[in-house]
């Protein structure tokens, strides 16, 4: 890539730095550069630079680019760390956390972790239409557990991370300096993504070292979990930094109006009526030839990706809610009018995956010895308690109560010698349980996964089907994964998977930190907020329609804008939707409804 006037300005540039830039304009590329310049010339022996982002996508690419970039000596490389903030953020508690009052020992009290603790809280109010005084006292009643599990425990959330490193850095010279001698220079990458806390840390951190903040305030999406609009002028006031803006660089989507389209979507003003990447398409409002077209399309991208004889081609369909997600994956699988399935990866909400993980590994474990069969009913209940993260539906609340019950009542009975009444929910869970427990299992981690699920799908428990469903979308046991070689090690050591649950737990634990994920490739489905940080050869764009209801008014649930329309339009709307489109590298697809088109595109003849 040869470099711009701005990128040649960051690279010149001395102190503090800010360098504001849209999706594709360089940022991180150059900002590598910058790390690999001042590697080769200004630490000392042990010192290092810290690159720290956000999403472990973007991190993975981070590092691929290292790798692959030919004008960086191998030397110079290993003197770039690049890790999440979370990880980062970690390294400090675990050494120094003792000092704001956490205990020695302290554990990540993971997303699901976290759901399922904090369940009997939830459980108190309900799920909807909570007025503002109890939203205050379920807010107060959370966080109040969150410390206590923190403090008296040692499980800290992900979200109070970053608040006890500020303490610590702050209530601490010391440990801030030596952080600053260990990373003189620390690049943080997303900058306008953070929140209070988290900018807290930052303002230590600029006591003693160098910072180069990374911004796009166009891609601020993530207002409801504490960014602040204001963010980058408080890093201009607090630091003085030199301030580089590459706004007008594309470099993602190069010989494209992508760009452009993804700037005149913030504005609602477009400035022609069509635009070189970015195709718009009409579709029928109803389910059939709604998933028809976008079957049709995803085989015409793919065909156009394999014609062009790219490696590991990427395509995404990025849809508006987790719902969407769930829909599209199933017509993928299953497409309408017989057509040929599409081969795919959804990328789903972890936490019902990461507990019926946990179920799975459960049942590979010894099966059949005593405490097995109570372990199974609190592992079910953990699932119901935490696999809608920190919006639990109370069907799922109250299945976890259900099956609490049902168990109950199975050993009351037993204890009184008799049988369990015939029509107790339990006695489908014990049915399928018995089931697993007959299987021959082989030592091979991924065939014994896939026998004990296969039995949970076509069990009579329509529980433990959901647990099997939830737990397609893992790929922790492909071959070579950490999990399956120390499932394999765990039956070879023990003649079983004698610790399979908790070496599954610890994979999950280990990923959250991870920095070898491979970038996507093939055709991969997602949330929108989800694809932040990624890039792909072809994006689609696909939402959802007006379903007519029988004595009511039409549902339009699944859009960009809340029901489509024009009076929720706000910000985050708009940044979402420039977000999704400027992934795409070659080309965008936008799929809407007839009748009633994206209000975002509304009074523009953008289709045909």
Known sequence: MELTKGQQEVLDADGHLLVVGGPGSGKTTVSILKAATIAGSELAAGQKILFVSFARATV????????????????????????????????????????????????ILTPPGEAIALASIRAKFPVRKLTDVQKEAKLAA??????????????????LFATYVGEILYGSDRVCRLISDMYP?????????????????????????????????????????????????????????????????????????????????????????AYEGVKFRLFEP???????????????????????????????????????????????????????AISHTAVVEMEAAILSAEVIALLMQLAGEPPHFAQLIDLLCHYYQGKGGDEPSQEALNEAVSLRKAYDELVAAHAKGKAVRKNSIIVNVLAVYEQVCALQL??????????VR????????????????????????DRGTQLRQDLSQDWRNNGGYRNALEITRQAFVQQHFSTGTKPESGVVVMNMHKAKGKQFDEVITFEGWPVKRKGLPPFNGDRIVRFNLRENVDDQARQTFRVSVTRGKRRVTILTPRGDPCVLLVGEKLWT
Request: some cysteine; overall charge neutral; hydrophobic content about 40%.
């Open 60 to 107: 993975s690419r981070v590092v691929e680019a290292i790798e692959h970039e030919q004008r960086i000596p191998s030397e110079q490389k290993r003197l770039i760390e690049v890790e999440t903030y979370h990880s980062f953020f970690w390294r400090i508690l675990k050494s120094h956390g003792y000092l704001v009052g956490l205990p020695r020992r302290i554990d």
């Open 142 to 159: 959370e966080e109040a557990e969150r410390t206590r599990l923190a403090i008296d425990d040692g499980r800290i959330c992900f979200d």
């Open 185 to 273: 220079v620390i690049i943080l990458d997303e900058f306008q993504d953070t929140n209070g806390a988290q900018w807290r840390v930052v303002q230590a951190l600029g006591k003693y070292s160098r910072l180069i903040a990374l911004a796009d305030p166009e891609q601020r999406i993530y207002d409801w979990i504490g960014a602040d609009p204001a963010r980058l002028d408080q890093f201009r006031k607090t630091f003085k930094p030199v301030d580089v803006d590459l706004s007008t660089d594309n470099h993602r989507s190069a010989g494209t109006e992508i760009g452009m389209f993804g700037n005149d979507l913030l504005t609602g003003k477009f400035r022609q009526p």
């Open 286 to 340: 109803f389910t059939d030839p709604a998933m028809t077209m976008l079957v049709t399309t995803t085989y015409a991208a793919r065909q156009r990706l394999i014609k062009l004889g790219i490696k590991d081609w990427s395509l995404t369909i990025l849809v508006p809610t987790k719902r969407m997600t769930r829909l599209v994956s199933d017509a993928l699988r299953q497409p309408p009018a017989g057509m040929q």
């Open 442 to 451: 082989t030592g091979d981690p991924d065939a014994d996964w896939r026998a």
């Open 454 to 477: 296969n039995v949970l799908e076509v069990g009579a428990c329509k529980r433990l089907r959901e647990v099997a469903e939830a737990a397609r979308s893992i790929r922790v046991l």
